[in-house]
């Protein structure tokens, strides 16, 4: 989780298969990136948007600074309308050396029922959105080797976006099977792992493939994840929400209000601590982090709406540290 509390948030994820990595920002608020080193900044695949409120883009330009000209292309995705907002951000620099950039931004608006894609390029100084496709969407937006991205569609005057990542499952080796089996390791378990079929060479000795895969592999879930933030949460979204979250391991989700302040959440169309406590345990979520509290609760106050929420999804929690920074501005105030 990056950025302070009462502050610009966003989620920053590296999915990682030990073959390959897929790094993804979740918002880019101001001054997010503070902690993070620019060649992570710089590696950045994929820039994920709930919406384009300032406080969830106002960090937009040092991103941008560290991407516009990588090798391999940097994909955002968010909302309706983000290709055109994004657009604009493009042209707010000089661009006297573009011929000599190699850059490429592909931007994806993301519709309820289709993904419409826009490609801007360095060398023409990101001057031209260029239409680079449209597909529907039913289920994951994006997918990688290593992660899946399923965008939820959330209320917020108009439309944001929730997103879910998850890892692909994955095959490990019982290890402890393997050495019963008296088998030592070598080049066939990638041919195993790999799907062969019929008589497999094991260090020189022949073995039936499916007999050693239902011996030795077993099913390893994949981690995931939702990032919910800025969305209207009453009755009838809490039911529309709550079946994608199931199975979902950890939900980072915003807490703008406490439980008394219900009435300004609805009006603003965010949440109270207690409604996505109560969304967390509605989905079976094991794990809820909570985020961007409001400007309005002191440093004093926020123990209590953690406890708020606890009483309702015992296994909730503020990002690392978050508490510590309480105690620090009691210390200072």
């Not at 384009?52 to 991407?67: E, I, K, P, Q, S």
């Amino acid at each position: 989780m990056l950025g302070r509390p009462a502050e610009d948030n966003a989620l920053w994820v590296t999915a990682d298969s030990g073959q390959g990595r897929t790094r993804l920002l979740l918002d880019c608020g101001a001054r997010v990136l503070d902690t993070l080193p620019f060649a992570e900044v710089q590696a950045t695949d994929h820039l994920l948007l709930s919406h384009l409120h300032m406080d969830h883009v106002g960090g937009f330009d040092d991103f941008f600074r560290a991407t516009f000209d990588r090798a391999a292309p940097t994909h955002a995705w968010g909302p309706p309308g983000t290709a055109r907002i994004l657009g604009h951000r493009f042209q707010g620099f000089w661009w006297n050396h573009a011929p000599e950039l190699r850059g490429q931004w592909v931007v994806h608006d993301v519709h309820d029922t289709h993904v419409r894609s826009f490609r801007f390029e360095a060398r023409e100084a990101f001057a031209v959105p260029h239409e680079a496709g449209t597909h529907p969407h039913d289920g994951p937006i994006l997918t990688t080797p290593e992660v899946t991205v399923q965008a939820v569609p959330l209320e917020h005057h108009g439309r944001s976006l929730g997103f879910i990542l998850r890892e692909p499952d994955r095959e490990r080796v019982n290890t402890g099977a393997l050495t019963e089996l008296g088998l030592r390791p070598g080049p066939w378990l990638a041919e195993l792992k790999g799907g062969a079929t019929g008589e497999l060479d094991v260090n020189g000795q022949p073995h039936d493939a499916a007999g050693l895969r239902a011996a030795l592999m077993e099913r390893e879930t994949g981690e995931s994840l939702a990032y919910l933030t800025d969305f209207l949460l009453d009755a009838a979204q809490q039911a529309r929400l709550a079946p994608p979250l199931r199975g979902v391991q950890t939900l980072y989700a915003e807490a703008q209000y406490a439980p008394e302040d219900h009435a300004l959440a609805a009006r603003h169309e965010h949440t109270t601590v207690t409604q996505v406590a109560n969304l967390a345990h509605a989905a079976g979520v094991p794990a809820l982090t909570l985020l961007h509290l409001s400007r309005r609760y002191r440093p004093e106050q926020w123990p209590a709406l953690l406890s708020a929420a606890q009483a309702i999804h015992p296994a909730t929690r503020f990002p690392d540290g978050w508490l510590g920074k309480a105690a620090d501005s009691r210390a200072l105030g």
